[in-house]
């Protein structure tokens, strides 16, 4: 996949140049690739073609409205976590039958929403959550489809901040408490047991943890069948790994035959919850470089994008390459590419080699489709950045920039007498 590369010494997105949509939507931006959307949901999709599945893409990666509307148009179900990405996924076309809504603080308007909206099940976290659930469907009349979220205790090998899936993260239910769980829901009627799931973590590069978990899982999910309970579904969540710099992360496609091989036997649907791996390398950053300055031997590249666009190298120092919009042969030399925010942590990369390029030059930050824009805030007065999508040779934007009135809305001047 390369919907991102050089055309006579210029970057573009698909068929068009990446100059050319600074030009016309200022900077800094976020730019989709709408063909790298595609390409990576259908590589998962072809992948189990012929297996009962559901791709259950990871709202919270890029919840972008258009985003979500081009997944639910491949036949996307969604992966959500809250009230407002329920919406979101909704508003986009996707479909209620296809939602899993995980997260361990779901709130009683929440559940409510959804079960009302009718979504294929909840992944729950904790009793407590299930007796929300089973009050909620009975005021309701209705039944809530329910699976256990299981924390497999395996160990995913990722940045311990993005890594769910062992005993002393606050996800899931252990193996134990899950047992208890299943037979505490069979036994009552405002619930439906749907399926079981569990979800290890983010950007892993290896699939043995994905095989380790899905054997744990399978072997609860056999002993709960023996009980005369019927399970449709076998959720293993999401967090295959992309390349961000020099990882080596399996193809979608190989994941998903690893899956199937472990899931043989079983009539189960299989679901997955991927995000980074479907939009991670199918968007990127676009920012000018408004200064740049040296002081004590180190090189400053001072850029329009920072922190509050970009938070993923100051909160979890990731890695993410950083091009020339405009290629240049010029020598490397280690550079500080930092942003606007009066934080020394505002940073999009330390001391990486950059070649020399003069003020006002646009610089491409690789790999932020995922956790990108979803992450981003107004921290510094600072407005929320566009995010434009490519198809072929015509772009659109799909999310304006964000104006001074956006970033104060909702406030007001205290009026009380002091
Ligand atoms: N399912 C569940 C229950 C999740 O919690 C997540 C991600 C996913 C699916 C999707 O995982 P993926 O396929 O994208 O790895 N902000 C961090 C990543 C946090 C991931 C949280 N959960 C980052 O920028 O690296």
Redesign the pocket.
Known sequence: MNEFFYRNGELYCEDVSVTKIAGEVGTPFYLYSSDALISRFKAYDQAFSGSSHLICY?V??NSNLAVLNLLAGLGSGA?I?SGGELRRALRAGIEAASIVY?GVGKTEQEIRQAIEAGILMF?VESMQELDVITRQAGRLGLKAPISFRVNPDVDPMTHPY?S?GLKKNKFGLSMSDARKAYRAAAARKELRISGISC?IG??LTELQPFVDAFRRIRTLLEEIESWDIEIKYIDT????GIRYNDETAPEPAQYVRTLLKEAEGLNQTVIV?????IAGNAGILVTRMLYTKEHEGRRFYIVDAGMNDLA?PSL?Q?YHAIFPVEETDTPLRETDVVGPICETGDFLARQRPMPDVPRGSLLAVMSAG??GFT?SSNYNSRPRIPEVMVKGDRFQVVRSREGFEHVIRGERLFELDC
């Open positions: 990871a919270k990666a992966d976590v995980s992944n993005i769910t979800h983010s950007q969540g999401g967090g295959l919850e991927p995000g980074r791996s993923r979890y990731a995922a956790y992450m």
